[in-house]
């Protein structure tokens, strides 16, 4: 028990709680970005054998991250070693989904649902992953392993959405959202059972249970959605909360559009100035 106690201890390591935009947050972003666009460079049209296994490995890190976090929060050691399970922080928020989403994605082979949670990997969760990493407010605390834990958790995912549409492994075209929306809307609703199982059970009159911040019996506490949360009743509440993702991961396609559109422009600006150069020489 001792031992236990020790690595208990070795997990909690305390540090200065980083700052919004200090350098423990640049530095996880920044690199989060570079790995991402590395990965384009270094496989600019990878197969399925490679995604799969880079896939599975970034959800077997996060998962063991999470193991690690919920160890963390659920022990603790003041007056010898105590165990209460944190329910607020049940791994199934809508930023821990990579790592199921993934896992899964990383098993399948290529077809309709290998393809479906490849692009719901490279839409909602690269939108979630910039949101919390750009608006990084309540994810830092005084632990240093939470807080590599979370920032490697977010910075995957803005790295895996890069990668994924970077290449054109999902492709960017509309249609792709098309595949990646009933993914979405399938994990919200599962949300939405644990909280009225949690509800039902009693769990949440003694512990804060709100998976993706959508319980109605928890106070709302999502920005923006919490003012809709307030006024408008559940199950139209649930299908805004659909939507308004969806429309936020589809920005996530139409910006990687964009900027396939913009780099074929230049490409071929580039083409007619080296004919214009040649004309002329000759």
Same mark, same amino acid.
């Given at each position: 028990m001792d031992f236990f106690a020790?690595? $208990? *201890?070795?997990?909690?390591?305390?540090?200065?709680?980083?700052? /919004? &935009?200090?350098?423990?947050h640049l530095s996880f972003f920044i690199a989060s970005i570079v790995a991402g666009i590395i990965l384009c460079k270094l496989k600019p049209n990878p197969d399925v054998t490679f995604v799969r296994k880079l896939l599975l490995a970034v959800s077997v890190v996060i998962i063991v991250l999470e193991i690690y976090k919920q160890i963390n929060y659920?022990?603790? &050691? !003041?007056?010898?070693?105590?165990y209460d399970y944190q329910w607020y922080a049940f791994p199934f928020q809508f930023c821990s989904t990579p790592m199921y989403i993934g896992l899964l994605a990383g098993l399948t082979k290529k077809g309709k649902l290998h393809d479906a949670l490849s692009a719901y990997l490279a839409t909602f969760a690269l939108f979630a992953?910039?949101?919390?990493?750009? =608006?990084?407010?309540?994810?830092?605390? *005084? !632990? #240093?392993?939470?807080?590599?834990?979370?920032? #490697?958790?977010?910075?995957? /995912? #803005?790295? @895996?959405? #890069?990668?994924? $549409?970077?290449?054109? =492994?999902v492709k960017r075209e509309h249609k792709s959202i098309l595949s990646a929306i009933p993914v979405f809307a399938c994990l919200v609703s599962a949300a939405a059972v644990m909280n009225e199982i949690a509800y039902l059970t009693g769990l949440t009159a003694r512990e804060t249970f709100n998976m993706f911040f959508i319980s109605p019996h928890c106070e709302p506490? $999502?920005?923006?959605?919490?003012?809709?949360?307030?006024?408008?009743?559940?199950?139209?509440?649930?299908?805004?909360? @659909?939507?308004?993702?969806?429309?936020?991961?589809? @920005?996530? $396609?139409?910006?990687?559009?964009?900027? *396939?559109k913009f780099f074929k422009k230049k490409k071929i600006i580039s083409v007619e100035e080296q004919t214009e150069k040649e004309e002329v020489t000759v």
């Open positions: 020790k690595v $208990l *201890e070795i997990f909690d390591a305390s540090m200065v709680r980083p700052q /919004m &935009y200090g350098v423990f659920s022990f603790s &050691y !003041t007056d010898g070693i105590a992953g910039l949101c919390v990493m750009l =608006y990084p407010v309540d994810i830092y605390i *005084e !632990t #240093i392993g939470i807080n590599i834990q979370t920032s #490697i958790c977010h910075g995957s /995912m #803005i790295t @895996i959405g #890069i990668f994924l $549409l970077g290449t054109g =492994y506490s $999502l920005p923006v959605y919490s003012l809709v949360q307030a006024v408008v009743p559940f199950p139209l509440c649930l299908i805004i909360y @659909i939507v308004a993702f969806s429309l936020a991961a589809y @920005i996530m $396609l139409l910006i990687s559009m964009l900027i *396939e």
